[in-house]
Nanobody, 120 residues
Framework: QVQLVESGGGLVQAGGSLRLSCAAS????????MGWYRQAPGKQRELVAH???????NYADSVKGRFTISRDNAKNTVYLRMNSLKPEDTAVYYC??????????????WGQGTQVTVSS
């Protein structure tokens, strides 16, 4: 059973920084990709950042230049460094891990989420 446990959320003032962590049970090499999503009240869950097993990354336009996703394979952990936070970054942030086969997602796993609140 795959478990993803997020931590690092909290309350921060606009312009501040936070680092989210996602610890996986077992090796993250099992996954083709891992990522961070967020969901604000009344909105759909959206992709924030994504990192492949090879280390390629991509970001939502709204966070480019401010957020950085990284992975520590030895610790089976993925991080999201968030700088220059804005009130519109307020959301529950979820860690995601996926396996692919022939270009399609065959398995997807989610953490329980961690709240990030940015005050103006």
């Amino acid at each position: 059973q795959v478990q993803l446990v997020e931590s690092g959320g909290g309350l921060v003032q606009a312009g501040g920084s936070l680092r989210l962590s996602c610890a996986a049970s077992g090796s993250i090499f099992r996954f083709n990709a891992m990522g961070w999503y967020r969901q604000a009240p009344g909105k759909q869950r959206e992709l924030v950042a994504h990192i492949s097993s090879g280390g390629s990354t991509n970001y939502a336009d709204s966070v480019k230049g401010r957020f950085t996703i990284s992975r520590d394979n030895a610790k089976n952990t993925v991080y999201l460094r968030m700088n220059s936070l804005k009130p519109e970054d307020t959301a529950v942030y979820y860690c995601n891990a996926e396996r692919y086969y022939s270009g399609s997602v065959t398995s997807a796993y989610w953490g329980q989420g961690t709240q990030v609140t940015v005050s103006s």
